[in-house]
């Protein structure tokens, strides 16, 4: 039976773009599926410093616009739409795309990726966008001279507080731990940094504000007291949840966070289904390994369609 | 391929194109250092071709233009407000998909 695609990518963040790079270069007919703009979670970050042969660091922005302009150059077909529901299970896959469209294929490399997670606490939606951020790109020039806060202890955290002291005049980190889980380097650069403070041993319990929107902060700590936190903004970075919801869940085996499992050539449950980045379960979420998931799923796949022939 | 139906507004143009205009408006506030605001930027364009002659569809630079967003308190971008009559229909923040715009824009048709 004819198919549309031998292979459909579904997400063009570092993932599925090396994975369309790698399929655009073995001449398989492949469609990448991107619901917004390539790029993904990256184009949230101010500055990429760990990715190798870009020597002097390279802006986010930047990065997933040479990544783009990498598959463009090998003519990797590329779709934007978004995908409203996939079936995986027959050797003919199909992915349903929201406009009602219906594409098949022989084999799916899922990329869908992951957003930031939400802290859940009374004040955060109501305030979202009026103080309550997830993009310290984004958002960090609204906030010149004013004292905000980050939540969390991660890379992602640390290096976006950093970058928040361009704009704001201090920046309070609050962490559930008394030490941060951030790379050394990103640690010995907000210690040193005068207008990064720190509350250890922290959670915020609710966000408040008025009309102007985000005013303060109620913090309860682990020894029982609480604290309130004066301050204009609050940037929430404490790590993922997958993008999962147009997955087929009871199709697929996946973690207790709802992450997709895979063997070690990325592979999923189904045959012929592989996932790479951060959709994948797994412990690190960094843009080199999911660029190398993305080229390790695409040769997988390549092996899976030169099998069926 | 950017679509030239997107108007690109001032704030000294922002009461005659948007406050002032017959049609209902959605106005796009980005800025050129905003990842996200580039990842809705094609979905912005494609809505203008379809919603061409019932919906106006704008963008506005918050870099070069500081004082309309700051008059809607825009703390975050991409934000986009939906505007009849002169007036706030409904706003959202974030890179949102194009159903959920669609969704936001028929509020005003």
């Known amino acids: 039976m004819p198919v549309d695609y031998q292979l459909i990518i579904v997400g063009g963040g570092p993932a599925g773009l090396t994975a369309g790079l790698y399929a655009a270069r073995g001449r398989v007919k492949t469609l990448l599926i991107e619901k917004g703009a390539t790029g993904g979670q990256v184009l949230l970050t101010d500055w990429v410093d760990n990715y190798p042969g870009f020597t002097e660091g390279v802006s986010g922005f930047e990065l997933m616009d040479k990544m783009t302009a990498h598959v463009d150059r090998f003519g990797l077909e590329k779709k934007f739409a978004m995908v409203s529901g996939l079936d995986l299970l027959g050797e003919i896959k199909t992915i349903s795309l929201e406009n009602g469209d219906q594409l098949s294929c022989r084999s799916v490399v899922l990329c869908t990726g992951a957003r930031p997670r939400t802290l859940d606490v009374p004040g955060e939606k109501e305030l979202t966008g009026q103080g309550v951020s997830y993009c310290a790109t984004c958002d960090g020039p609204f906030y010149r001279g004013q004292e905000i806060a980050v939540v969390g202890g991660g890379n992602t955290a640390i290096q976006e507080a950093l970058h928040l002291t361009k704009f704001a005049s201090k920046v309070t980190v609050i962490h559930r731990r008394d030490e941060l889980r951030a790379t050394k380097i990103l640690q010995e650069k907000a210690f040193a940094n005068e207008q990064v403070d720190f509350i250890w041993n922290a959670q915020v319990q609710t966000i408040e504000g008025d009309a102007n929107g985000v005013n303060q902060l109620q913090i309860g700590l682990t020894d029982g007291s609480k604290t309130t936190l004066p301050v204009t903004g609050i940037f929430i970075l404490i790590g993922v949840v997958p993008n999962n919801e147009i997955l087929p869940m009871d199709q697929l085996q996946t973690d207790a966070a709802g992450f997709v499992i895979t063997d070690t050539e990325m592979e999923t449950s189904i045959p012929g289904v592989y996932a790479a980045g951060d959709i994948r379960s797994k412990n690190f979420r960094q843009i080199i390994n999911a660029a190398g998931e993305g080229a390790n799923a695409e040769l997988s796949a390549e092996q899976y369609l030169a099998g069926l022939k | ?109």
């Not at chain 2, 980005?30 to 203008?48: F, H, R, S, T, Y």
Request: with cysteine.
């Open chain 2, 1 to 109: 391929m950017a679509s030239d139906k997107v108007l690109h507004v001032t704030d000294g143009e922002f009461d005659n194109t948007v406050v002032g205009n017959d049609l209902p408006c959605l106005v796009d506030f980005w800025a050129p250092w905003c990842g996200p605001c580039k990842a809705i930027g094609p979905v912005i364009d494609e809505l203008a071709e379809e919603f061409d002659g019932k919906v106006v569809i704008t963008k506005m630079n918050v870099d070069d233009n500081p004082a309309t967003p700051g008059k809607f308190g825009i703390r975050a971008i991409p934000t986009l407000i939906l505007f009849k009559d002169g007036e706030v229909v409904d706003k959202v923040t974030g890179a949102i998909g194009k159903t959920q715009l669609v969704e936001l824009i028929n509020k005003a048709l």
